[in-house]
């Protein structure tokens, strides 16, 4: 039984090529066996092609397109949701160059402990990735659309304690509250070496939430074209650390006109820890 898959393929490179690239795919797409359709979302830098088809991906029109317009390279990107799969690959001189597949879960909203908010203009509020540390302490990272941090925030009783990084593997920053609706008073420290091993899963930890939901404007610029293309397209704005596109478009998909733009996975019981790295490490200049 064939399966639907949602695949967004990328033209980019020589710009003055474009548009004859794009008449010749869509006439090798006429001679292709597939079964779905497909949406344009062309800029003035890139070609972009959304399709939505039965059982496979139409490779062999654009790798005949790019063997014919060889400075030209094309990415793509594919979910198979029923089979719990996604990949990338780049097509480049009539060859696959590149190719990357993995499994995924079924549902974006299955990994738990993930929050992130963004204003209707994609400018990314705050995200956290969390995961318990011990009793009564969590630790994870943090990040919004300027800087991020490691974070520890441990609680006794109502007693609140929260340590951030500043930069480097060390407890930098503190704050204290008296309970979770108490004003933030942040405490002078001096930096304190995380452990070895706890950073380290840490930094893991971190590198997986942020390859699923971040990218860097200061990237290198191959690396962000198609999230760039995206934003231009969709409207969103450009900062030094933003959401996905297509994480982002779906979220806005389930928003109402002119509200922030919201993924939650944590538990009820935590929102007092959003709220606090919010009040605390959010709003910190």
Known sequence: MSTLIHATLTVTGASDQLAACDERI??????????????????????????????????????EASLEFPELTITAEWVNVAAGRRG??????????THEEEAVALAATDVPNRHVQTAPDGTLQIAVAMMVAGPGRWAGYVINHERDALFEISREGEAIELLATDGAPDWAQRWQLKN?????????MEPRRIDKARYADLEQFTQ???????????APAEKNAIDIDRFARYGFVVRDANVRAARLYALQNE?????????????KSYDWIIGVLTRCWARER
């Open 26 to 63: 869509k006439t090798l797409l006429i001679d292709e066996a597939y079964t779905g359709g497909f949406e344009e979302h062309h800029g003035d830098a890139a070609l972009s092609y959304d399709f939505k088809v039965m059982g496979g991906i139409p490779f062999p029109a654009f790798a």
């Open 88 to 97: 990338r690959a780049q097509i480049a001189k009539g060859e696959i160059t």
């Open 180 to 188: 979770a609706e108490d004003v933030p008073l942040k405490q002078p």
């Open 208 to 218: 997986a939430f942020v390859a699923d939901w971040i990218w860097f404007r200061d």
């Open 255 to 267: 928003a109402d006109d002119g509200q922030p733009l919201r993924h939650s996975t944590m538990e």
